[in-house]
């Protein structure tokens, strides 16, 4: 592979990691690539010379230095100087000034740096080396492909495990910046979330859309999955429809907020906002899920399987079932595009048969969700049943019809 010569960006607060930048600056020369140095530290005197100095980053919020010290908020100037960096980054970005970012940082340089990564376009190269990365690293990543580098030693000067650390992080940079990928034909993109209890309707979906000239982008409806998909359709990536093939992550806003597994509050919403053609199917519906160990209260004594070791899958029952469809129905009404929603009545997931050793097979309150669902929908919402199981050839073949009635294109 032939490489080229590259302009990296290297965020850190200089006054407290001046020397571990510099290093890291000499790595990335020393491969034979620029490396652009912002500071976006806010109290001692920097320790390396900046090429975007934090009065630049300030300024750009317009603030100032002298504004932020006098506020004494460590809280509010991270928001003010992730805000000004994100707009000189942004501007390096499109005018193409730069070819990926790599930032360092303790608990403040990675809660700085990481708002400025993620409002950076999905694909872009995006390193980030942290002393916080070893835990829950959510807040830091969001939806975006931020590669989260754990420091392991602390951030105090160099040492023997520090360096080789540092040089792996902007070794991987400036490898991510140098691979080319193939241009490919512009296709409509389809979001489909998923989990593996819908795998085998999702293949199906997918190779009949594919055949039809649609690209297919497939999520895994745990949460972050959901978060991304309407990220994606919000910023116009996802432009050709929206097949939702599983709703069960709802149940964690519900009745686990700000757990693993939340998509957030507007989860459903992005597509009917934006108006692309969008099916809903109550995949999993009979089903939540839990870390391992943390079952709240009101699911104790419901039905538990265990999925892997770290993850316990949930039996809903009839008041959460009915809630879920109280949801459904309110989020999917309020979209202004095309909309339906397709329901396999022979069974939601791998899990609703009556041969399922985890015991969810349920009918009766499968029935009694329908029902409940179909009674909420406004009239601009087509409602569809088919007599099949989820993972059926039938069930795939009758909503990809259903999808290309509400594109217009049968």
Known sequence: MTFKKKNILLIAT???????????????????????????????????????????????????????????????????????????????????????????????????????????????????????????????????????????????????ISRRILANAAAAVVGMANVEIPKVAE?????????????????????????????VITFHATGSGGRGLEELIRSGEINGGVIDLDVHELYSNLFDPGGMFDPGPDRLEAAGEVGLPHIVVPGCAEIVSFPAGHIPPRFKTHKAHMHVPSVVAVKTERDEVLKLAEVISKKINKGRG???????????????????MAGFFDPKVRKEFMTELKKRLDSSVRYVEVD???????????????????????
């Open 14 to 160: 200089l006054d407290t990691k001046g020397e571990e930048a510099g290093y890291i600056k000499k790595i990335i020369e020393e491969m034979g690539h620029n490396a652009i140095v912002a500071d976006d530290g806010i109290r001692g005197e920097p320790k390396l010379k900046a090429d975007i100095s934090r009065h630049e980053i300030a300024t750009s919020a317009d603030s100032s230095m002298s504004t932020i010290m006098a506020q004494n908020d460590e809280s509010k100037a991270s928001e003010i100087m992730a805000s000004g960096l994100i707009k000189i980054v942004k501007k390096l970005c499109k005018d193409k000034k730069i070819d990926g970012v790599i930032a360092i940082g303790g608990s403040w340089g990675t809660t700085t740096a990481s708002i400025v990564l993620r409002a950076l376009p999905v694909g872009f190269p995006k390193v980030m080396v942290s002393t916080m990365a070893s835990r829950d690293v959510r807040p830091y990543v969001g939806v975006k492909d931020i590669n989260m580098v754990y420091s392991v030693t602390d951030m105090l000067g160099l040492n023997s």
């Open 338 to 356: 095309p909309r339906a929603v397709v329901v396999p009545t022979q069974g939601f997931a791998k899990s609703d048969r009556e041969d399922c």
């Open 187 to 215: 296709k409509p993109k389809v979001g489909i979330s998923l989990i593996g209890e819908q795998s085998e309707a999702a293949m199906m979906i997918k190779n009949i859309l594919e055949s039809r000239g649609y690209e």
């Open 388 to 410: 099949a199981h989820i993972n059926d050839p039938k069930f795939a073949d009758a909503l990809t019809e259903v999808f290309f009635e509400l594109k217009g294109t049968k």
